[in-house]
T-cell receptor, first 116, second 109 residues
């Protein structure tokens, strides 16, 4: 079955360490996204990519970095510059970056990062 | 600024009907989405409205009034598995999604 796989599901990090969250999709979707979910807040966009080797900053990109070397993969690195990284991170994809029609997002199961 | 408002939490009884409201104030409008998210899991797509009116899909229906900046999700014949958070999101004039904080729905037997 096609879908999005995020790993790890749970991750603990010490302050000052960089961590990378994996996101892989086999839906043949062009567009991929990273969101952060915090209690009591709506999803916030970190980065998105509409095509391989290209990506754009979202609303809260500071302290994060991404790469899109393959269509299937969109890893997110949480760097030590991110002041409050403890959160639930969701990766999503959609058929195209083209915004016509519904352009429904398919989400991964999420990665919960806790900074100790 | 842009804003999406939803009730934080609602409680309903198994077999009953519940309506979850969403009001929005955004820079432009290019569609409204509802997603369901069980605790600790991925959000899944429920419905999409871009024109005024009611969209029905089985036990779930979604309504939109663009002039009022208002939508609701109607869930009928509630089942225990419907206990989840329901997320409202609006696509603005820049085709960016603005998300509400979600409504946690608790179903009691």
């Amino acid at each position: 079955d096609g879908g999005i796989t995020q790993s790890p599901k749970y991750l603990f990090r010490k302050e000052g360490q960089n961590v990378t969250l994996s996101c892989e999709q086999n839906l043949n979707h062009d567009a991929m996204y990273w969101y952060r979910q915090d209690p009591g807040q709506g999803l916030r966009l970190i980065y998105y990519s509409q095509i391989v080797n290209d990506f754009q900053k979202g609303d809260i990109a500071e302290g994060y970095s991404v790469s899109r070397e393959k269509k299937e993969s969109f890893p997110l690195t949480v760097t030590s510059a991110q002041k409050n990284p403890t959160a639930f991170y969701l990766c999503a994809s959609s058929i195209g970056g083209d915004i016509s029609g519904a352009n429904v997002l398919t989400f991964g199961a999420g990665s919960r990062l806790t900074v100790l | 600024g842009q804003n999406i408002d939803q009730p934080t939490e609602m409680t309903a009884t198994e077999g009953a009907i519940v309506q979850i409201n969403c009001t929005y104030q955004t820079s432009g409008f290019n569609g409204l989405f509802w997603y369901q998210q069980h605790a600790g899991e991925a959000p899944t797509f429920l419905s999409y409205n871009v024109l005024d009116g009611l969209e029905e899909k089985g036990r779930f229906s979604s309504f939109l009034s663009r002039s009022k900046g208002y939508s609701y999700l109607l869930l009928k014949e509630l089942q225990m598995k419907d206990s989840a958070s329901y997320l409202c999101a609006v696509r603005d004039s820049n085709y960016q999604l603005i998300w509400g904080a979600g409504t946690k729905l608790i179903i009691k037997p």
